[in-house]
Every structure is written in C-alpha cells, then in structure tokens.
C-alpha cells in the first residue's frame, strides 16, 4: 500500500551537488513527517535529516548541515534532499522514509529503495 519510489542518484564529483526525490503513496502524505537515511557499503544505517508534515520544522546530522537541505511538496507527495558540496565520504544508497524523529535512523514505519549516491573524482 505505502510506496516510497527515490530518484535522482548518480555519479558527482566532488564538491558537486545532487537533488534527491521521493514520490510518496498510499497514505495521508501531509500528516507524516519524513526523512532521509542512508547507508555506506559495509558501514552502520546513519540519519541524515527529517522534516515534519508541513515543512516547518527541518532537522539535519552534524554532517550535512549547511550542506544539505531537505523540503516536501504536499501538492505533489513529494520530499526532497538537496546535496551541495559533495564529499566522497557521501557516498552511499540514500533512502527516503516515512515517520522518523528523534534524529536516529530507527524511528520510521516504512522506507523505499533506495537511490545510490556516489561521489567521486
């Protein structure tokens, strides 16, 4: 019932930029806050940000503050990261979910598939 469809990964060099998309249905998409996680090869589920249902409230790792902004079009179901200033340690499959809170990657009812990020010279 709930899909979650990322799009716009792909090859950057880096301090390149990348914006992320995430096509949301099957639920009421403006009573849920959503967010970004992501996953290095090899390495731990790590939080990237969150963003509550009407957009007014963003929340960003220590990492990707100021170098990342995340947004939602509730016309469209729509959420999205915007990467500047990429970094090769970025690299990573970046998915979009749905619920979240408490800045951890564990907090989300449903996740998609997934779109690869990968930065490199």
């Known amino acids: 019932e709930v899909q979650l469809v990322e799009s716009g990964g792909g090859l950057v060099q880096p301090g390149g930029s990348l914006r992320l998309s995430c096509a949301a249905s099957?639920?009421?998409?403006?009573?849920?806050?959503m967010g970004w996680v992501r996953q290095a090869p090899g390495k731990w589920l790590e939080w990237v940000s969150d963003?509550?249902?009407?957009?007014?409230?963003?929340y960003y790792a220590e990492q990707m503050k100021g170098r990342f902004t995340i947004s939602r079009d509730n016309a469209k179901n729509t959420v999205y990261l915007q990467m500047n200033s990429l970094k090769p340690e970025d690299t990573a499959v970046y998915y979009c979910?749905?619920?979240?809170?408490?800045?951890?990657?564990?907090?989300?009812?449903?996740w998609g598939q997934g779109t690869q990020v990968t930065v490199s010279s």
């Open positions: 099957g639920f009421t998409f403006d009573d849920y806050g």
């Open positions: 979910a749905k619920g979240g809170g408490g800045r951890t990657p564990y907090n989300y009812d449903y």
């Open positions: 963003i509550s249902w009407n957009g007014d409230s963003t």
